[in-house]
């Protein structure tokens, strides 16, 4: 059973550019978060989906940042016109439900020059 | 909205115990723990449900007192492979989830 995904693992962009980030859950789960990990800092919790629905987005930016989980296929993440501020580490997790235990992928660092 | 944990790091030695903790603002219907190593994704430890329940996982247990919005983390004999960055996760009444603010732990010989 493979587990979480995601790809591309590093990701470098100029300012400017849009950064797209996949998340592909573990099989049977329904349920993904994303999270923002600045270097030596804890996790920041950015949306919540099931799929075809955003049920959380209270820790995403307004602005330049989306996501979406699309009936087939992975979650994106995705941030246009990128800034250095927004060079991270972002971690998706998958979960069956709600009140069950998250499953983390590798990560996508990303770095912005 | 964040828990906040204490401490937020500790250094042992082999063999002694720790005890992490994590609070919160909001009425919680479950906590989670998380391991987190140097350049790794967090891994998952244990969840525990609203109930007041206590869980044990090899010498790493933990407790979740729902009225004071708090759980610990017990670490017992702690080994060399216990190192690392130890978060909480609190799943709201109302459906929202936070990491907490981490808990550095290193373990030396």
């Known amino acids: 059973n493979a587990g979480v995904m995601q790809n591309p693992r590093h990701l470098v962009r100029r300012r400017g550019q849009e950064a797209r980030l996949r998340c592909s859950p573990m099989k049977g789960h329904s349920h993904v978060y994303w999270y923002r990990q600045l270097p030596e800092e804890g996790l920041k919790f950015m949306v919540y989906l099931q799929k075809e629905n955003i049920i959380d987005e209270s820790g995403m930016p307004k602005e330049r940042f989306s996501a979406e989980f699309p009936k087939e296929g992975p979650s994106i993440l995705r941030i246009q016109q990128v800034v250095r501020g927004d060079s991270a580490a972002y971690f998706c997790?998958?979960?069956?439900?709600?009140?069950?235990?998250?499953?983390f992928g590798p990560g996508t660092r990303l770095t912005v020059t | 909205q964040q828990p906040v944990q204490s401490p937020q790091a500790v250094i042992l030695r082999e063999g002694e115990d720790a005890v992490i903790n994590c609070s919160s603002s909001?009425?919680?219907?479950?906590v989670h723990w998380y391991r987190q190593k140097h350049g790794e994704a967090p891994v998952f430890l244990m969840i525990?449900?609203?109930?007041?329940e206590q869980k044990g996982h090899e010498k790493i247990s933990a407790s979740f007192n729902e009225k004071k919005q708090q759980s610990s983390l017990y670490l017992t004999a702690s080994q060399l492979s216990y190192s690392g960055t130890y978060f909480c996760?609190?799943?709201?009444?109302?459906?929202?989830?936070?990491f907490g603010t981490g808990t550095s732990l290193t373990v030396i010989p």
């Open positions: 525990l449900l609203k109930g007041g």
């Open positions: 996760g609190t799943e709201t009444t109302g459906n929202q989830f936070y």
């Open positions: 997790a998958s979960t069956p439900a709600l009140n069950y235990e998250q499953y």
């Open positions: 909001k009425a919680l219907y479950s």
